[in-house]
């Protein structure tokens, strides 16, 4: 037997919820590539390659634990038509990823290499 499907929560043609959804995933995904770069850098930059590496994670994993109320969020809002930009949290995704790419400059600039 068919499951029923369940009933949509917005009625939006152009789907913009889940365009925003997967470029949050996209968001994700890149901190944690730049996780897998920064790992790399262990062995020549030591432990503070690791907090690197533990700080990109660290935020990728804010925004999967954070999605699903995100979505629901802005898809409730495009059925009530009453739809706020979430400004909080995109500048706080912008803020961590300029201190990591800050700090990692200052890893290959200024910090010794570990032989």
């Given at each position: 037997m068919a499951r029923p499907r369940p009933a949509a929560i917005h009625d939006d043609p152009g789907l913009q919820p889940e365009r925003t959804d997967l470029a949050w995933r996209r968001t994700s995904l890149t901190l944690v590539t730049a996780a897998c770069i920064f790992l790399r850098w262990v062995p020549h930059y030591g432990w503070f390659a690791g907090t690197l590496v533990t700080a990109s994670l660290m935020v990728a994993l804010g925004i999967a634990l954070t999605q699903r109320r995100r979505y629901h969020h802005h898809a409730s809002g495009i059925g009530g038509a009453v739809m706020t930009a979430n400004v909080r949290a995109t500048a706080a995704i912008a803020?961590?990823?300029?201190?990591?790419?800050?700090?990692?400059?200052?890893?290959?600039?200024?910090?010794?290499?570990q032989h």
């Open positions: 803020g961590s990823v300029v201190v990591l790419a800050a700090l990692g400059i200052y890893t290959v600039l200024y910090l010794p290499l």
